[in-house]
């Protein structure tokens, strides 16, 4: 795992999840993303993904082929063997991440690509910096700067109708929606009440993050049959230490991390001192589940909460 991509994945947690809405303006679709109104004329043809959240979506709708470039991670334990078809198909402009975090890509090679849509705004290629070229972006609610909104499972059908709308494919998105909906309901949660906390650790050493009530690991622990042992805490992600982790004992640990080594990161834990001592430790209820599983509120996130319940039914 590289510990490069830490403080990035903090930032775009920084903010919780907000509803798009969509309306008829001057002849055109428009949307509000992240605060910001923004109209098409027609369904985008040329997409440039800085982000790979909205692969589930793309997918759902039929319109990967869309996207004529990518840049970022796109780790193949997300995806079915349809959708990994469809991204190796895409070149990859970079995966570069400068010490920060950051994706390292120009607005030149962006433009170069002369995309009518750029999904997923990174530090250093705002929406700004694109509208002044004419190119929309458009975010995941979640991942939104300044926004309030606690997510929910609701979210990922919302958004899924509004990328529907976007593209043009409002029936595919019904029926995706309605699919994900069934997959929902079908998940059962355990009889025995118990308690967990969803971590992110360094790997190497460092800061231990955790995960509070505006987080879309609480409702998916919640959906789990989890009472989440940071579900006081107002906060997304937040600094924990050893001592306040075991002084919580959750019965389960869930690690999430960006891509890499899941024993690594798993040792990131349990090698620190005292952490024999954690209950979930003790009873090997230590789980690793890559980040897109559970944040943001996208279809990964029910592929995640079906992991969780499979692992501790």
């Known amino acids: 795992m590289k510990k490069a991509l830490i403080p990035l994945l903090l930032l775009t947690l920084a903010a919780c999840s907000t509803t798009p809405a969509a309306s008829e303006k001057s002849g055109g679709l428009t949307i509000s993303n992240c605060g910001v109104d923004v109209t098409f004329e027609k369904a985008p043809e040329r997409i440039v993904m800085l982000k790979s959240a909205a692969v589930p979506y793309l997918h759902s709708l039929g319109v990967m082929d869309k996207v ?94 509004s990328y529907g709308k976007v593209f043009g494919r409002e029936t595919e998105a019904a029926t995706a929606v309605t699919a994900l909906k069934a997959r929902l309901d079908k998940i059962t949660k355990p009889a025995t009440q118990r308690t967990a906390a969803v971590l992110y650790p360094t790997v190497g050493g460092g800061v231990t993050y955790a995960y509070g009530s505006t987080s879309m690991a609480h409702p998916q622990l919640e959906a789990a049959g989890f009472t989440n042992v940071f579900g006081d ?74 992991k969780i319940v499979q692992r501790f039914p």
């Open 68 to 161: 004529v470039a990518r840049a970022g991670q796109y780790p193949k334990d997300y995806y079915d063997a349809a959708t990994q078809a469809e991204i190796d198909r895409i070149p990859l402009l970079t995966d570069e991440h400068d010490t920060s975090g950051h994706l390292q890509i120009s607005k030149e090679v962006v433009i170069a690509q002369t995309p009518d849509l750029v999904l997923g705004e990174v530090d250093n290629l705002s929406r700004d910096s694109l509208a002044s070229v004419g190119i929309p972006l458009l975010e995941e609610p979640a991942m939104c700067k300044n926004a309030t909104a606690v997510p929910t499972f609701e979210d990922i059908f919302k958004q899924m109708e």
């Open 233 to 306: 805490s107002p906060e997304r992600v937040f600094e924990v230490t050893l001592e306040e982790l075991l002084g919580r004992n959750p019965d389960v640990l869930i690690l999430l991390y960006p891509d890499g080594d899941a024993k690594a990161v798993e040792q990131a834990i349990t090698a620190l001192p005292g952490a024999d001592k954690l209950k979930a430790v003790q009873n090997g209820n230590v789980m690793t589940q890559l980040f897109n599983f559970t944040e943001p509120p996208t279809p990964l996130s029910i592929d995640g909460l079906e």
